[in-house]
């Protein structure tokens, strides 16, 4: 059975708001087939307790070469990393990448956070208004993963373009131009690689080149794949965190006061953004690998299964109130980095910027406001992200 035409899903309406639609999905059809804005056939996860059984299920795997083949095209650039292998090439990939993003790393990295943050926040306070994403939630985590990845903070432009093609080339709308744009990051990365090559450094490209030349493994293909999911899940997710952070807070100026008067809550307020509002809406794609029953629902083997991790985040059987926006909420056990094996190795760094970035941001501009009414705001398209493509902003 398909999705019942009165949701439109992945319609402009549906994103702007997709809770109500969500809600009457976990109530009458939590697994659900239907079809996807690329054309694909799937089921769709909408319950928290079936998001977590799919996401810990050895019948599901996330390596789609194993059911059709692969190679490497301008299409399939990106699926040769952690995020797109299964156990035990998971492990061997996410092991290489893992050491830069241990916790000491990241907590050693506060200061330059801060110091992104303020020289961005120096440059904003110059005029009285600001484009959050574009002036400040962008900037600060592209120029944070440029460094950790030893590339030029100049070429981040470009970085965003790549990205927001690979990210919205997701609603099948953009397929053209996306395989135009990955074919330029490909020759960028080559090219970037060829240099790295010959004069490596300290920085994480480096080492992973190093690993590479040395026999640990990492092909060509796992090359490219972990370095462009570096860069893009990179900034992606706190680009977003930023921007969702801010929206809300903004919507709920009790929120707002409350945090102003308890700065310390500053952890319970990212974790709330994450839950309520998460900037990562539906997860990468999962297979069954074979013939499987779930929830009375027959899946077949080499069929797409995509979980909905914000509807999951909304579900009344785990959280209270799941539609109230609430910083107060004790420790939330929200799917928004995922779970099990694939959990999001930069979740730590992303939660360390959108805790600078929005802490910073408030003190700066207490009296900050909305420069457009909400229904003016335009969500991104795609199936991936969940943000805003432009937040203007009163600085006050």
Same mark, same amino acid.
């Given at each position: 059975?398909t999705v019942e035409?009165q949701?439109?899903?992945?319609?402009?309406?549906?994103?702007?708001?997709?809770?109500p639609?969500?809600? *009457?999905?976990r109530?009458?059809?939590?697994?659900q087939?239907?079809r996807?804005?690329?054309?694909?056939?799937?089921w769709l996860?909408t $319950?928290?307790?079936?998001?977590?059984e %799919?996401m810990?299920?050895?019948?599901v #795997?996330?390596?789609?070469?194993k059911?059709f083949g692969g190679?490497?095209d301008?299409?399939s650039? !990106?699926m040769?990393n952690m995020?797109?292998?299964d156990?035990?090439?998971?492990?061997?990939? $996410?092991?290489l990448?893992? *050491?830069a993003?241990?916790p000491?790393?990241?907590s050693g990295?506060?200061? $330059?956070?801060?110091?992104?943050?303020?020289e961005?926040?120096d440059?904003a306070?110059?005029? +009285?208004?600001?484009?959050?994403?574009?002036?400040f939630?962008f900037p600060?985590p592209i120029i944070?993963?440029?460094e #950790?990845l030893?590339?030029?903070?100049?070429?981040?432009?470009?970085?965003?373009?790549?990205?927001?093609s690979? #990210?919205?080339?997701?609603?099948?709308?953009h397929a053209?131009?996306? !395989?135009?744009? /990955?074919n330029e990051? %490909?020759?960028?990365?080559?090219?970037?690689?060829?240099k790295v090559?010959?004069?490596?450094?300290?920085?994480?490209?480096?080492?992973?080149i190093?690993?590479e030349?040395?026999?640990?493994k990492l092909?060509?293909?796992?090359l490219?794949?972990?370095? +462009?999911l570096?860069?893009i899940?990179?900034?992606?997710?706190t680009?977003?965190?930023?921007?969702?952070?801010?929206?809300a @807070?903004?919507?709920?100026?009790d929120?707002?006061? @409350?945090?102003?008067?308890?700065p310390d809550?500053?952890?319970?307020?990212?974790?709330?953004t994450?839950?309520f509002?998460?900037p990562?809406?539906?997860s990468?794609?999962r297979w069954a690998n074979?013939?499987?029953?779930?929830?009375?629902q027959?899946?077949? $083997?080499?069929?797409?299964i995509?979980?909905s991790?914000?509807?999951a985040?909304?579900?009344p059987?785990v959280?209270e109130?799941?539609d109230?926006?609430?910083i107060?909420?004790?420790?939330?056990?929200h @799917?928004?980095f995922?779970?099990?094996?694939?959990?999001? @190795?930069?979740?730590?760094?992303?939660?360390?910027?959108?805790?600078?970035?929005i802490?910073?941001?408030?003190?700066r !501009?207490p009296?900050?406001n909305l420069?457009v009414?909400k229904?003016?705001?335009?969500?991104?398209p795609g199936? #991936? /992200?969940?943000?805003?493509k432009? %937040?203007p902003?009163y600085?006050?």
């Amino acid at each position: 059975m398909t999705v019942e035409p009165q949701f439109q899903l992945f319609s402009k309406e549906f994103t702007k708001n997709p809770y109500p639609a969500y809600a *009457k999905m976990r109530k009458d059809e939590p697994v659900q087939k239907m079809r996807f804005p690329d054309g694909q056939l799937g089921w769709l996860i909408t $319950r928290y307790e079936d998001a977590v059984e %799919i996401m810990k299920d050895p019948r599901v #795997i996330k390596d789609v070469s194993k059911l059709f083949g692969g190679n490497m095209d301008s299409g399939s650039v !990106f699926m040769h990393n952690m995020l797109f292998s299964d156990p035990p090439d998971h492990k061997r990939l $996410r092991g290489l990448v893992q *050491k830069a993003f241990t916790p000491q790393m990241i907590s050693g990295m506060r200061g $330059r956070i801060q110091e992104i943050t303020d020289e961005l926040l120096d440059q904003a306070a110059k005029g +009285t208004r600001m484009n959050l994403i574009d002036d400040f939630a962008f900037p600060l985590p592209i120029i944070v993963i440029s460094e #950790i990845l030893g590339i030029p903070t100049e070429d981040r432009d470009k970085f965003r373009i790549w990205s927001n093609s690979l #990210i919205e080339g997701s609603n099948g709308e953009h397929a053209a131009e996306m !395989f135009q744009h /990955v074919n330029e990051f %490909i020759q960028y990365l080559s090219e970037w690689f060829e240099k790295v090559r010959k004069n490596p450094g300290e920085d994480l490209i480096s080492q992973l080149i190093l690993a590479e030349d040395e026999g640990e493994k990492l092909t060509e293909r796992e090359l490219y794949g972990v370095v +462009t999911l570096l860069i893009i899940a990179g900034h992606e997710t706190t680009v977003n965190l930023i921007g969702n952070s801010i929206l809300a @807070l903004l919507e709920h100026s009790d929120q707002f006061d @409350l945090l102003k008067e308890h700065p310390d809550r500053i952890h319970q307020a990212i974790e709330e953004t994450l839950r309520f509002n998460g900037p990562v809406e539906f997860s990468t794609s999962r297979w069954a690998n074979e013939d499987m029953e779930f929830r009375g629902q027959m899946i077949k $083997r080499g069929e797409l299964i995509i979980i909905s991790l914000n509807s999951a985040n909304h579900d009344p059987e785990v959280f209270e109130n799941p539609d109230l926006f609430d910083i107060s909420r004790e420790k939330s056990p929200h @799917l928004a980095f995922g779970k099990g094996i694939h959990l999001c @190795l930069g979740a730590p760094l992303a939660r360390l910027e959108g805790e600078i970035a929005i802490t910073s941001l408030m003190q700066r !501009f207490p009296e900050m406001n909305l420069a457009v009414g909400k229904d003016e705001l335009e969500w991104r398209p795609g199936m #991936i /992200v969940r943000g805003v493509k432009e %937040i203007p902003l009163y600085l006050k």
